[in-house]
């Protein structure tokens, strides 16, 4: 291997040749944030972070977040590790442990409560293989397989006290252990002779794994008969990998399905984690859990929002992922932030997700995270739902809306919100419902559009611009068999007699994209044809685009075309209709407001469009400008699109999802949308694969990230969120880090 050479240049300062070689990372965070390497040419230790408790241990308290310093430790050391706001290191030739930093809570071991900048000796002249610490204390391993601990309070330092100590003290118990972990307060050790797993100290959410939330102040046996050869700690959960087979074991706190069980139930004993796999280590951080499979490939599972970010893009999940298994519904729609389905069993409706303007029609405004049952126990033909409102079709035909009504898109002839069903005025049997920003059916008698709603743009196709709370007939007398709504701006429609396309709307610069299809950017509030002579079986309306598809399956669009939305492989609007390319035949498209989703008759499912937020499940964020396959290979009987997602449904009923939910870590906003009861932030409960393709040796996981050694190379690699950089870049692949060396380090 060849190890890194440092270029001096005085007026820049230090550049590395190349990417420095490390044997070991350590890195822990409360009050500051520090990430600390021993080198692999000299075993020497090297800082980064912030300083401001002397935790760098470089005689300063300057922070240092672009170049990496030298704690006053001159000699080789065999062991790093980072606790809070301080760090301790072994050195190689006698095991003597030296320490640095916050010292106020009896961290150092040096017989006081003082901070320190600089390396000093932890008292007793012991001699450690190996130490860890937690938060605010340390715990240490002699060669005859005892161990001993010093810090702050709270029955965490094993020694069947509640006290602090400021020099090591023996953990309790005839134990001989030979592996363990320090957490935020609790710590796991693996016994020599069996390879049992003890614990102590906190346990409020059963990370101890005894069965109980009881703090313990002295070892505990584990909970089981496995015998483990590794163990990870952080806040509230704990992981650990079995000796006979590799598999990976978890227990305590589970709210972001962090334990890997494939569920978010808290776990007080260890449960095997989901996929079967052989693993080499394991990593925890504040909700998710990083892994090395034993062919050193990256995995993980847990929370992967915007504030905790680990593998993809922050709040999105860009490939099918199942979300209900124990209900089958046959119909479904879904809405900016809400989806509603008809279950196959009986034709009840369930919503989840948003629910701030009754749109899931429970009768309330509370936001579900599970399919809750639409109120009035009714039957259901046919659901669609708009943004913030639903409108379902039962079998005789008659209309029923619930949830936003501000400009009567629920054609009760009102513009009160309703959280339960109420039936559209009229009395019309339709044969087709239609809803995106306003509403609309089709008369099953005699093929006449109805529509009701907002009508600022002229898009209700009655000659006017005022909005109706009651259904209002599309002037023309055109029978149609297909009828589509977009955002607010325009509809369409396809004449029976003759297959003809025809929309209406775009009043005022919207009219600029071409969304009419009549070769001109002039709006129109009454139908006009679309050109181009094809005769077409049924029509779709995005927020400024539109699509029909012809007899033999092929799809025409026109109007935006910003995000690649036609398909043409452009981004050039069309006020005409052009083809979508690659000559696919589709079934079915659905449309959101800036990309399409259609599916064939063997139930693949192709995208194209806007994809900043992965609504294309074609495993990034990158727009499409022609139909790309979703990854998978699945088939489906039914799709929906929202704002920034797509739904789907299997011929068995289970329901899968991609794209955002819409929901943030950093606002508070829990949408619930995806229905498996995990409020609608990005939690994967069971391994995915972190891409990359490289092989890791070591790792340490944090709150916010992970850092990773290459096992070819000793490079170092960081996952997540980056304190490191200057705009807190977030790494959604493994990113190689480059430190800049001290100058004498040569």
């Given amino acids: 291997m060849r190890h890194n050479r440092i270029l ?34 000299m075993n020497r230790p090297f800082a980064i972070g912030i300083n401001s408790l002397g935790c760098l241990g470089d005689n300063s308290t300057v922070n240092k977040t672009e170049r990496w310093v030298m704690p006053n430790m001159p000699l080789s050391i065999k062991c790093l590790s980072g606790g809070g706001s301080f760090a301790v290191a072994l050195k190689a030739a006698d095991g003597t442990a030296w320490s640095w930093g916050w010292g106020a809570l009896s961290e150092l071991g040096d017989n006081t409560i003082n901070s320190r900048s600089s390396p000093v000796s ?93 703090t313990r102040s002295s070892p505990v046996s584990v909970l089981g008969e496995n015998s483990y050869t590794h163990v990870a700690d952080n806040i509230y959960f704990a992981a650990a990998v079995k000796g006979s087979d590799g598999s990976a074991w978890c227990w305590g706190n589970n709210n972001c399905g962090q334990l890997g069980t494939g569920g978010f139930y808290n776990q007080s004993s260890p449960v095997s984690v989901l996929g079967g796999h052989s693993w080499y280590r394991v990593g925890v951080g504040g909700s998710h859990t990083i892994a090395i499979r034993g062919d050193k490939t990256l995995w993980g599972w847990g929370l992967n929002s915007a504030g905790f970010p680990l593998f993809f893009q922050s709040a999105t999940i860009y490939i099918p992922a199942v979300g209900i298994t124990d209900q089958t519904f046959a119909k479904i729609g879904t809405g900016a932030t809400h989806t509603v389905a008809i279950k196959t069993s009986d034709g009840t409706g369930m919503g989840w997700g948003l629910n701030t303007y009754g749109q899931q029609g429970d009768n309330s405004t509370t936001a579900r995270s599970t399919p809750t049952a639409v109120s ?11 943004a913030y409102h639903t ?35 009229g009395g019309k049997s339709f044969s087709k419902l239609t809803a995106f920003g306003h509403s609309g059916g089709i008369d099953g008698s005699d093929g006449a559009a109805y529509l009701w709603g907002s009508n600022q743009y002229g898009s209700l196709g009655d000659n006017s611009t005022s909005n109706r709370s009651s259904p209002t007939s599309v002037v023309g007398g055109i029978s149609f068999v297909d009828l589509a709504v977009g955002g ?21 610069v919207q009219a600029a994209y071409g969304m009419l299809g009549n070769n001109s950017t002039t709006p129109s509030s009454s139908p006009v044809s679309v050109v181009g002579g094809n ?69 693949t499912v192709w995208a194209w469009g806007q994809n900043t937020m992965g609504q294309l499940g074609v495993g990034d964020a990158v727009n499409r400008t022609s139909p790309t396959s979703v990854i998978g290979r699945h088939s489906f009987i039914g799709v929906a699109a929202g704002a920034s997602h797509t739904v789907a449904i299997k011929a068995n009923g289970e329901v899968y999802f991609w794209g955002s939910t819409g929901s943030s870590h950093l606002s508070g ?24 393709g490289k092989s890791f040796s070591q790792l340490v996981v944090t709150l916010f990230a992970a850092y990773m050694i290459e096992e070819s190379t000793g490079l170092l690699y960081k996952l997540g969120r980056d304190w490191l950089s200057p705009t807190g870049v977030i790494n959604r692949t493994p990113t190689l880090l480059t430190p800049y060396l001290p100058r004498r380090y040569k």
Avoid at 376 to 386: H, L, N, P, R
Avoid at 395 to 423: F, M, Q
Avoid at 594 to 603: A, M, P, T
């Fill in 8 to 41: 001096v240049n005085k007026k820049k300062g230090l550049l590395p040749e190349q990417s420095s070689s490390f044997t070991q990372i350590a890195y822990f965070t409360t009050a500051q944030t520090a990430l600390y390497a021993i080198d692999s040419r």
């Fill in 122 to 214: 932890v008292v007793g002249g012991h001699s450690f293989v190996k130490l860890m610490c937690g938060s605010t204390y340390s715990v240490a391993l002699k060669s005859d397989g005892s161990m001993w601990s010093w810090g702050s309070s709270g029955g965490i330092l094993g020694d069947n006290t509640t006290s602090a100590r400021s020099s090591p003290v023996s953990v309790v118990g005839e134990n001989s252990f030979v592996e363990f972990s320090a957490g935020i307060g609790t710590t796991h050790a693996i016994r020599g002779n069996d390879g049992t797993l003890w614990g102590w100290g906190s346990n409020t959410s059963g990370q101890i794994g005894d069965n109980s939330i009881s």
């Fill in 376 to 386: 009035g126990g009714a039957s259901y033909a046919d659901v669609c739902t708009g």
């Fill in 391 to 425: 409108l379902f079709r039962k079998s005789d035909g008659t209309a029923w809306g619930i949830g936003y009504n501000d400009v009567g898109a629920l054609g009760d002839g009102t513009v009160a919100r309703r959280s339960s069903p109420v039936s559209v005025l």
């Fill in 488 to 508: 607010i701006y325009h509809s369409g429609g396809i004449q029976g007699s003759d297959g003809s396309a025809w929309c209406w709307g775009a009043i005022t």
């Fill in 535 to 603: 005769s077409y079986s049924k029509i779709y309306c995005g927020y400024r685009h539109t699509l029909a598809m012809r007899g033999d399956g092929t799809v025409w669009a026109w109007g935006d075309n910003s995000y690649g939305q036609i398909g043409d492989g452009s981004a050039a609007s069309r006020s005409s209709p052009v083809s979508v390319v690659g000559g696919h035949s589709f079934v079915e498209i659905a449309v959101g407001p800036y990309f399409n989703i259609g599916r064939k008759v063997d139930g």
């Fill in 669 to 692: 906003v829990r949408t619930g949308l995806w229905g498996n009861n995990n409020d609608g932030f990005d939690y994967y409960t069971s391994p995915i694969s972190v891409v990359g």
